[in-house]
């Protein structure tokens, strides 16, 4: 609802092509045509591919998560934030705990505005072909 209401600033979510592109939610595109479109579709992809792997480590960390949660709403989201800054804290204080090999590269992350009246997508495919 707080991308909804646009109370989420510049943030963007990802999704793949199941879900309709919207000024929050970036999709791949389906048929690119130059090279921006396709560095676009890359990273995009490989950005939520790193997630999709992330949340799947975390599933397997903390089963619970994957079993099904059998608590009223409260306590379930209790129960995520909780699985969510574990390994935060463990790290923060140097312990060691085993959540894989993931590296997310801070220096290639894309902000940039999202125009809501042109393409959702078009402010990304610009940046991408300005790398070009």
């Not at 793949?16 to 676009?40: K, M, R, V």
């Not at 579709?41 to 790193?50: A, H, P, S, V, Y």
């Not at 790290?91 to 060691?96: L, P």
Request: proline share 7%; charged share 20%; net charge negative.
């Amino acid at each position: 609802m707080k991308f909804e209401n646009n109370e989420m600033e510049n943030s963007i979510l990802l999704g793949d092509s199941g879900y309709p592109l919207c000024h929050y939610l970036i999709t791949p595109i389906n048929n690119p045509t130059n090279p921006a479109e396709h560095y676009f579709n890359e990273c995009q992809i490989g950005t939520r591919t790193i997630i999709e792997r992330t949340f799947g480590i975390w599933k397997r960390k903390f089963p619970i998560l994957s079993l099904g949660l059998r608590n009223k709403l409260p306590m379930c989201q209790d129960i995520i934030v909780a699985t969510a800054i574990i390994p935060n804290i463990a790290r923060d204080q140097n312990e060691a705990m085993e959540l894989d090999d993931i590296e997310i590269d801070q220096d290639n992350n894309v902000i940039a505005p999202v125009n809501v009246e042109n393409n959702a997508r078009q402010p990304y495919i610009d940046y991408f072909q300005g790398l070009l």
